[in-house]
T-cell receptor, first 117, second 114 residues
Framework: ETGVTQTPRHLVMGMTNKKSLKCEQHLGHNAMYWYKQSAKKPLELMFVYNFKEQTENNSVPSRFSPECPNSSHLFLHLHTLQPEDSALYLC????????????????FGEGSWLTVV | AQTVTQSQPEMSVQEAETVTLSCTYDTSESDYYLFWYKQPPSRQMILVIRQEAYKQQNATENRFSVNFQKAAKSFSLKISDSQLGDAAMYFCAYRSAGDNDMRFGAGTRLTVKP
């Protein structure tokens, strides 16, 4: 059982659709992340939230819109995506990156497979 | 910018034997953390082992141990008594203390032969 849960696990959407990925962490962490994992590419950090505030946006296109209503929940809203956006989207959480013992370990969810058709 | 390099795209090992996965990194920081994550077919990234750069002693977790060479910026993972369940993608990762981002290598696919 994972401390970070993601839904849906699989999503197929058309280029004109609007959909959302959801992530919830049960670890009491205060930082949450979205990573993108494409075939034959290293994991790419997309967004980071610390205490509900966005602290990192790695030049992600505006068709990806994150939302963090509280420290336990993170959403990724998807709108007018392209086929090249098809990938595994991983949510993760950790204690504040500046934290102490164990504060720098990131814990991942099982990912949401996104296919854009 | 920090980079993480895994030079072995694929490795294989016989069940019950030992295998070492290589990782090198590049950084000018002195305070950082290194990690090995395992990603089985289920795709969930699972932390295998973690090393603080300020600790000289190599981290060990049961059958998993690391060889951390700070001066050489090398961080290899040794898996002893390999089991079929160890088959997965293994990612080496670097994180500077207090930094949001964790940098990952490209991964090594480990096959365990019965």
């Amino acid at each position: 059982e994972t401390g970070v849960t993601q839904t849906p696990r699989h999503l197929v959407m058309g280029m004109t659709n609007k959909k959302s990925l959801k992530c919830e962490q049960h670890l009491g962490h205060n930082a949450m992340y979205w990573y993108k994992q494409s075939a034959k590419k290293p994991l790419e950090l997309m967004f980071v939230y610390n205490f509900k505030e966005q602290t990192e946006n790695n030049s992600v296109p505006s068709r990806f819109s994150p939302e963090c209503p509280n420290s336990s929940h993170l959403f990724l809203h998807l709108h007018t995506l392209q086929p090249e956006d098809s990938a595994l989207y991983l949510c993760a959480s950790s204690q504040d990156p500046g934290g102490g013992q164990g504060g720098n370990t990131i814990y991942f969810g099982e990912g949401s497979w996104l296919t854009v058709v | 910018a920090q980079t993480v390099t895994q030079s072995q795209p694929e490795m294989s090992v016989q069940e019950a034997e030992t295998v070492t996965l290589s990782c090198t990194y590049d950084t000018s920081e002195s305070d950082y953390y290194l990690f090995w994550y395992k990603q089985p077919p289920s795709r969930q990234m699972i932390l295998v082992i973690r090393q603080e750069a300020y600790k000289q002693q190599n981290a060990t977790e049961n059958r998993f141990s690391v060889n951390f060479q700070k001066a050489a910026k090398s961080f290899s993972l040794k898996i002893s008594d390999s089991q079929l369940g160890d088959a997965a993608m293994y990612f080496c990762a670097y994180r500077s203390a207090g930094d949001n981002d964790m940098r990952f290598g490209a991964g090594t696919r480990l096959t365990v032969k019965p």
